[in-house]
């Protein structure tokens, strides 16, 4: 496929309401949803096209909870060049990869016990240096 910039350029639009800017969310939910096959044969990627929908799934899923307009006009603005540039290959497939591969952080999830902490990594019974 040819890379034409403006093909997938779209304008930014300022919503009214979060019912309002649904349709748009869903539009590019959709734009990423479809592209799946596309973006693994675009980068030779050794992925599904499951795998590829399922990230991009999480990715609307853990911003599903906003509800300030403002926010929300501005990762669809985001949404939407990122879109474009994977699908006019301006990203490396480095990126692509560590865009896809990338592990989801749980918000609001801290470690409890002592098991928890060690399995994240980190050091509960650390003590902070003094600063001299």
């Known amino acids: 496929m040819t890379t034409i910039p403006a093909r997938l350029a779209k304008r930014a639009v300022t919503h009214v309401s979060v019912a309002a800017a649904r349709p748009d969310v869903l539009a590019l939910y959709r734009d990423f949803y479809r592209a799946a096959p596309e973006i693994c044969d675009l980068y ?39 879109y474009q540039e994977i699908m006019n290959t301006w990203k ?18 801290h470690p409890t016990g002592f098991l928890d902490a ?7 019974l650390a003590v902070a240096p003094l600063s001299p």
């Open 44 to 82: 030779a990627i050794d992925i599904p096209p499951s795998l590829v929908r399922a990230r991009f799934r999480q990715e609307f899923e853990r911003n599903k909870h906003i509800s300030d307009v403002k926010v929300l006009d501005v990762l669809l603005l985001k949404g939407r060049q990122e």
């Open 92 to 109: 490396m497939r480095a990126q692509l990869l560590a865009l896809i591969m990338a592990p989801i952080e749980r918000q609001g999830e």
């Open 118 to 124: 060690f399995y994240s990594g980190k050091d509960a």
